[in-house]
């Protein structure tokens, strides 16, 4: 059984057709822009990441040294859990608000990211409540992650970041080329430039 879009269901009860809602033209008209701007901020937060790392096995910086890029000029970005928690904050609402564009494997793989970065907000979560309650995990110095019991932090960051984005890198690639199933499902304005097999 397919589910009825809600717009439909409304029209239907009501007799008064209404404009499609914010969530459904963002997977719909909207899809190929929202998930160019939200992948903009995926690669620049990549790109913090990656920059951290050269400074540190490249450069051979001190960690506390290594802040990235915006954290050079802005050095308590680094050690906002707020920042931390609202970049994984914004990941999951992505994955959530533009899961429904998706049609056959792209969303598999897309719901493949999308669990791994409940996790990874979960973590994050899990930092910041210890950053405002000042009671740290496992009596540690600094909020700690469960996976930061056996990760250093960077390290794991970087994995964490790096498991998210290979799926959604997968979904996205084979979201622009459906085979001959998917494509006819395909309800998006990703349809314009994808090439079906």
Do not use: K
């Amino acid at each position: 059984m397919t589910e009825e879009p809600l717009e439909d269901v409304m029209t239907a009860h009501t007799g008064v057709e209404r404009p499609p809602s914010l969530l459904t033209r963002i997977n719909t008209v909207h899809h190929r822009a929202a998930l160019n701007l939200f992948m903009l901020v995926v690669v620049a937060h990549w790109a913090e990441h990656v920059v951290q790392a050269v400074q540190i096995w490249v450069l051979h910086w001190p960690r506390p040294q290594a802040r990235g890029l915006l954290g050079i000029p802005f050095p308590w970005l680094i050690s906002s859990e707020w920042l931390h928690y609202g970049y994984a904050l914004v990941m999951l609402a992505g994955l959530v608000l533009l899961r429904r564009g998706f049609t056959g494997r792209a969303r598999t793989w897309w719901n493949i990211a999308l669990g791994i970065q409940v996790w990874h907000h979960f973590e994050h979560l899990l930092l910041l409540l210890q950053a405002l309650t000042g009671t740290y995990l496992a009596g540690r110095a600094v909020p700690t992650s469960l996976l930061q019991l056996v990760l250093p932090r960077v390290e794991l960051h970087l994995f964490y970041n790096a498991v998210v984005f290979v799926p959604m890198v997968v979904a996205m690639y084979l979201h622009l080329h459906p085979n001959r199933t998917e494509f006819p499902a395909m309800d998006c304005s990703c349809r314009e430039v994808a090439h079906a097999r």
